[in-house]
């Protein structure tokens, strides 16, 4: 019963910006590391940021210095801030969560529906 949902997807103008959420709608399990992954038009998924529960951050090349990723641990949220958009930033926004599931005895991820940005030039 455990779902992610996003939201802030949407049309920008290259260099502008754009902040995407994730909610996790249980809390009946621990999360540990959340994550984006987006996947554009005819590519394969690629990882975007992560942040464990901790608050550490890990980037990969293409967008750092340009996004960030938090998290709301009260509200079960985690934000993807994206400022100096590109073109090649267009891409379907996936949210991940990797959770612990005490009944179950393992760690199981999660993923979200997925929200759309459009980047113009």
């Known amino acids: 019963q455990v779902q992610l949902v996003e939201s802030g997807g949407g049309l920008v103008q290259a260099g502008g910006s754009l902040r995407l959420s994730c909610t996790v709608s249980?809390?009946?399990?621990?999360?540990?590391?959340m994550g984006w992954y987006r996947q554009a038009p005819g590519e394969q998924r690629e990882f975007v940021a992560l942040?464990?529960?901790?608050?550490?951050?890990n980037f990969a090349n293409s967008v750092k210095g340009r996004f960030t990723i938090s998290r709301d641990n009260a509200k079960n949220t985690v934000y993807l801030q994206m400022n100096s958009l590109k073109p090649e930033d267009t891409a379907n926004y996936y949210c991940?969560?990797?959770?612990?599931?005490?009944?179950?005895?393992?760690?199981?991820?999660?993923w979200g529906k997925g929200t759309l940005v459009t980047v113009s030039s």
């Open positions: 991940n969560a990797n959770v612990y599931a005490p009944d179950r005895g393992t760690n199981i991820n999660y």
């Open positions: 249980r809390t009946i399990f621990s999360i540990n590391n």
């Open positions: 942040i464990t529960s901790g608050g550490s951050t």
